[in-house]
């Protein structure tokens, strides 16, 4: 992935620009020993990193003000980080750039069991949101896989979701109101603890901006009851268009599971030999989850079977404990680390219309042979969210540049099937130069003028979401 | 309401912007004769008119395209209009505007049922959206009170709402893309039939923008599967406090009615004396309705009833028939009627922590007295949606002025409770100048600046949503 050159003159600069974030910022505040500063070179896409110029871990909204001006007047670049868990290169430095992470931002600033929110400073970990007002009987709804260790401010930056986000939504839906410090250093509120925005809605705007637009630091996060049990139902069938059938069917019949899983056949095998969660060897497999009361989901899932019945299914597994509830699971869990196991992979992410599951899955499979890259399919079906894995060799040489372009292929088909280029990891620098493929030139242009409104100088976040060649002339214009 | 000056150039060259108009689009399409304009000289706010200079009607996106960029080259401002059924002015022509109404955009241009979407040019109303779909088992959620006459333009501008959006969210849950034209003429497609976008989310931003930023004339809206059944239950308290506090405890234990409306004593008389609907004379009155099939809705009910039981209420009649359900929703129905008949009434619209209910109407209660004039309450309390209606006499001279400065009091107490000035109507002209009651200078120079993006000759919708001090510099630049 190219990157642009960084600026050289920053980079001289390094030590003064150290010294007055230092002389700004409380002790430990700033990082740029070259051992350390290495920790923060990449994320979770491992296959591309750069040291930064220095690491800031600012500790409140005012510390991240001041970092941001001091920046701002030095021309600095900024790469906002959160847990660095981003899977499209979203937190990539440049080497001129300051990371600046929040991840020392976890506090608990107000819960509110009344009106149903928690604000918290966005480094806090999405999990320990739950766990703040779990014993209260509340959780907070977006569950991406990363959830253990991901950040507020990357499930804010990247408008994560997770396997429960069809009932529940996507963190926009659940996202009330941020603190956001601009790259002037500005400290902007956009919505609240209340429904609606007079005016125009940032807050949509600033939801999946991807760092480009600001630094969230501070979040009001709606929390809802725990439901009182859970229990899902595993349907094993001999084709991938009959599961994508049944999908529709669930969904057209006006039930609303909070989960359905899909995995293909190369991914239960895979599996199957890394966690014997017990899956049947089928084509593909659907993990329908459904919540409420015993009676609320006794009555749904009877309905689901009788529906997964009409399709020929090679087996129906309903949990009957939870035991058996966190077996049905395992596998899924288990699912990106088992294919691991086989070979480095690629976690792609891009969004269809679910009716064109069938076809796309066809052509993916079809797709692998042509590359010789086997590739294994997982995904949250209800939304049309999928997950390819595309397994490469990391040490043989070219294997990469195929597994990307290949990569590249299954989202320009998402695209073309009406879909979208991202679903819920982001366009980071990973899908940077295929927004053309989704976007008119005019379009990306509209987007690009409303990041020169809140970061004219181009200092946010560089070299992701937009193609370099659409960005370059304003790049210079700003230097 | 103070309106900027209408362009006395403009107006001079009406008959000049009329004939090229005229030459662009097909015949009919263009009004200017006195007295059909008059038909556009207002919106559902009466207490406000002007004459528009002329009246566009187009059929098609190109037409629309057209028109603006007619109108862009002769720099006449463009109020776009969809039913003309805005509450807060949103539709107020200027003296030197051209009307631009997407009444007779009305067709659906696709339905798919596999992936739960419609699309439709948005003059089309809302109600009729619906009416597309529904032998097919499908409904569009949303659901304005006005949902006969308004049309889809003004929902999307206005980000509206409705009785059942507790569950089904307001207008920006169901809007998957939009086709929008800029005042340049350009158009430009916004999401689409699949989850997420990439880059910057557009979309979030467009819906709600009050027609500041173009003129959607296509829209793609999410549609569900019609529940089974649904059924209410009315249930009268002796105070306010309580019956607040009864919503927080269904909220709070995990219930999802499909809504919670609440009404309090003024309102609950007007309406017992116009529409006979049978209801308790209480302080309170909750009508609360679940949807599902009949096992889903007893158990439900049963739940909301037990812990309604817990709050000492006067009355619990739960609906054991189709016609019991329409007696029951009969008086909240006939409300904003019914207050009409006692008096003229400015019906407001704001949000609130659904905590802060019982505080907020104890104030309402004391301002009523001390302004000398009535007000009623009925409102979405399960989202904390406001719809205060304040009874005032048009005849009598300066009653309008009293009830707009009760109006912005009460607007002014949503906001100092941490809630906003609008839920569901929008900002237009009636809560333009409390802007800055709800946002820090910076903040609305952000949103006007990213106004300027989109129109950076401030010819969209003028006088609208931002205080006219704040923008006559930027009108003042752009002439």
Redesign the interface.
Known sequence: MEMPAPNPQIIAQKARIVKRLRAALPEGAVIDAEAEVRAYECDALTAYSCPPLAVVLPGTTEDVAKALRICHEAGVPVVPRGAGTSLAGGALPTADSVILGVARMSQVLET?????FIRVQTGRTNLSVTGAVEEA?FFYAPDPSSQLACAIAGNIAM?S?GAHCLKY??T??NLLGVTMVTMEG?V???G??????????????I????G??GVVTEATLRI?????GARPVLVGFDSNEVAGQCV?DI????LLPVAIEFMDRPCIRATEAFAKAGYPDCEALLIIEVEG?D??ID?QLARIVEIAERHDPVEIRESGSAEESAKIWLGRKSAFGAMGQINDYMCLDG?????ALPHVLRRIGEMSKDYGLDVGNVFHAG???MHPLILFDANKPGDLEKCEAFGADILRLCVEV???????HG?GIE?RDL?GH???P???E??M??????DPGWLLNPAK??PLAATGARREAAV
Chains 1, 2 share one sequence.
């Open positions: 509110d069991y009344d009106n149903r009987g408008n979701g939504g996507v926009t839906n500005e902007i509120e956009i609240g603890a209340h429904m609606d925005a007079a005016g125009l809605d940032l807050l949509g705007l939801c999946g901006s991807e480009q637009l809802l009851p725990k439901p009182e529709s969904i057209k019949a006006g009361s009676a609320e009555a969004t269809i219309p679910v009716s939304d049309g969210n009406g879909g979208c280029l991202t679903g819920e366009v899908k927004m989704q976007y008119a005019e379009d990306l509209i987007q003028a409303v990041k020169d409104v809140f979401v937009f």
